[in-house]
């Protein structure tokens, strides 16, 4: 039983994006070493989840209820620490990945890297061509599913051996010096598949109702407001338009990362500069089926 490294997300009914990440984590460190906490405790999270760590919390609407996540999710990476090397953290749709050039497993990659660091894998939002993707994601998404935009905001600081506080959101943490290892990405699957987008973002719309309150006045993210939504078929088609680029060497987004490393003002946070990236990659065959 391997005490390399541990995973922690929260998750509230998003089926689809917890399969993903069961079989990404569960398969790659073991479903022992997976914790989940089930935002209300809902029957089908719990049995999805089976095998794992999984801590039920009452799942009542709230207009703090970010804050209040990451409030949870530190305490519970801060604990977790004394016991792993490596703990990663995130949202359950994001998951970290090794790429499979490296010829071995995420474990044996962490296992080798220095201790009391945080490092941040390069954000990838896998994109769902819907003028040229039309195989529906039955498994694995890697396969179906080969096109990718960068996404700065996404190269989050997830993967922890140092004990800092992590920003609400999981953008920033605490930790002054960058550590964004080459064979290290953070996939996004957000936009992964159009019908499940739909279907999510009605949930999320359908919470932010309930709470009663507008974006100004809860601590949530902007895009979970139907306010903000636009018009779902057209923000799909959009990718399209997105320029492709050549090959997949991304050495050149690292080194922006690094050469804009700062203090986040007077927060005691520090970040990076995440500009928007127009273009599109398609990710080479080696990643196929990898989740």
């Known amino acids: 039983m391997q005490s390399v490294v541990a995973a922690v997300t929260m998750v509230r009914d998003d089926a689809f994006f917890l399969k993903a990440w069961l079989r990404h984590y569960g398969e790659?460190?073991?479903?022992?070493?997976?914790?989940?906490?089930?935002?209300?405790?809902?029957?089908?999270?719990?049995?999805?989840a089976e095998g794992?760590?999984?801590?039920?919390?009452?799942g009542d609407p709230h207009?703090?209820?970010?804050?209040k996540r990451w409030r949870l999710l530190n305490g519970v990476v801060a604990g977790l620490r004394s016991y792993y090397n490596h703990v990663i953290v995130g949202d359950v749709d994001e998951l970290v990945v090794l790429d499979p050039e490296e010829g071995r497993g995420l474990v044996d990659y962490l296992?080798?890297?220095?201790?009391?660091?945080?490092?941040?894998?390069?954000?990838?939002?896998?994109?769902?061509?819907?003028?040229?993707?039309?195989?529906?994601i039955e498994g694995q998404i890697l396969g179906p599913r080969r096109h990718v935009r960068l996404a700065p905001?996404?190269?989050?600081?997830?993967?922890?051996?140092?004990?800092?506080?992590?920003?609400?959101?999981?953008?920033?943490?605490?930790?002054s010096k960058l550590f964004t290892p080459d064979p290290l990405y953070l996939f996004h699957l957000k936009f992964c598949?159009?019908?499940?987008?739909?279907?999510?973002?009605?949930r999320r719309n359908a919470v932010t109702e309930e709470i009663g309150v507008g974006v100004k006045e809860a601590a949530i993210g902007r895009h979970w407001f139907a306010e903000a939504r636009g018009?779902?078929?057209a923000l799909f088609e959009g990718f399209a338009a997105l320029p492709m680029q050549e090959g997949f060497d991304l050495a050149w987004v690292r080194k922006r990362m690094k050469r804009s490393w700062k203090a986040r003002g007077e927060t005691g946070y520090w970040q990076f500069d995440r500009p928007d990236y127009d273009q599109q990659y398609l990710l080479p065959e080696r990643f196929s089926g990898l989740f």
């Not at 894998?121 to 039309?134: A, M, N, S, T, Y």
């Not at 598949?193 to 009605?202: I, L, P, Q, S």
């Open 111 to 136: 296992a080798e890297q220095p201790l009391r660091r945080v490092l941040t894998p390069l954000g990838l939002e896998v994109i769902h061509r819907i003028d040229l993707e039309e195989q529906a």
């Open 63 to 67: 207009p703090n209820f970010d804050m």
């Open 153 to 175: 905001h996404y190269s989050k600081p997830c993967v922890l051996s140092l004990g800092t506080k992590i920003a609400r959101g999981g953008h920033f943490t605490q930790a």
């Open 193 to 202: 598949d159009f019908g499940t987008y739909v279907e999510a973002m009605d």
């Open 28 to 48: 790659t460190l073991g479903r022992e070493n997976c914790y989940i906490v089930n935002h209300g405790r809902g029957e089908e999270v719990a049995k999805l």
């Open 231 to 233: 018009e779902d078929r």
């Open 52 to 58: 794992c760590n999984v801590i039920g919390i009452p």
